[in-house]
């Protein structure tokens, strides 16, 4: 199975920063990677999906990046909202493996 | 607008079975492809297993911790996926959830808790 690892595994940050987290596969997966939000008792919500592209009703604020091996996800200008878990999935081997997820708190 | 709605889940004793049901709607039911992913108390989000579109044969593929045990199957005279659930273990506890799955998952349920304990 592919295996995927984020980092940081947590991070503080304030209102209006910058954030990026990393997500990096075992083996190359092209831009199959996909991005989650997942808020303390509710149902994960789709980010970002090939890698770059915006969920429809995301706000522009969520940006992704990479292909490969390496990719980031970038929050411009955290909001009070933004603070919840993320984390990473690949699809490009139908055996789909998430990342262990990043916790973004105060 | 796409509705899944996870039932089924409880209190299991180890090396029981059990059957959780997503009734769907909004969305066309046999071109989709559908996955249940799980989340452990206090842990991260574990794909599970999915069972493809009839078009793309209709196959199930598993995740490795469940294979052999657990079995993906859809009505589509209901709008239902099914996941059966065999021999299960105290790890297999957590809340389920459907999603609808076009290779990333953009719709989910709101989860059902299956708590597997003696």
């Not at chain 1, 209006?16 to 996909?34: E, F, K, P």
């Not at chain 2, 794909?47 to 045990?69: E, F, L, M, Q």
Request: net charge positive; proline share 4%.
């Amino acid at each position: 199975d592919i295996q995927m690892t984020q980092s940081p595994s947590s991070l503080s940050a304030s209102v209006g920063d910058r954030v990026t987290i990393t997500c990096r596969a075992s083996q190359s997966i092209s831009t199959y990677l996909n991005w989650y939000q997942q808020r303390p008792g509710k149902a994960p919500k789709l980010l970002i999906y090939a890698a770059s592209s915006l969920q429809s009703g995301v706000p522009s604020r969520f940006s992704g990046s990479g292909s490969g091996t390496e990719f980031t996800l970038t929050i411009g200008s955290l909001q009070p909202e933004d603070f919840a878990t993320y984390y990473c999935q690949q699809s490009y081997s139908t055996l789909y493996t998430f990342g262990q997820g990043t916790k973004v708190e105060i | 607008e796409v509705h899944l709605v996870e039932s089924g889940g409880g209190l299991v004793k180890p090396g029981g079975s059990l059957r959780l049901s997503c009734a769907t709607s909004g969305f066309t039911f046999n071109n989709a492809w559908m996955s249940w992913v799980r989340q452990a108390p206090g842990k991260g989000l574990e794909w599970v297993g999915h069972i493809k579109s009839k078009t793309d044969g209709g196959t199930t593929d598993y995740a490795a911790p469940v294979r052999g045990r657990f079995t993906i199957s859809k009505d589509a005279a209901k709008n239902t996926v099914y996941l059966q659930m065999n021999s299960l273990k105290i790890e297999d506890t957590a809340v389920y959830y459907c999603t609808t799955d076009r290779r990333d998952f953009d719709y989910w349920g709101q989860g059902t808790l299956v708590t597997v304990s003696s």
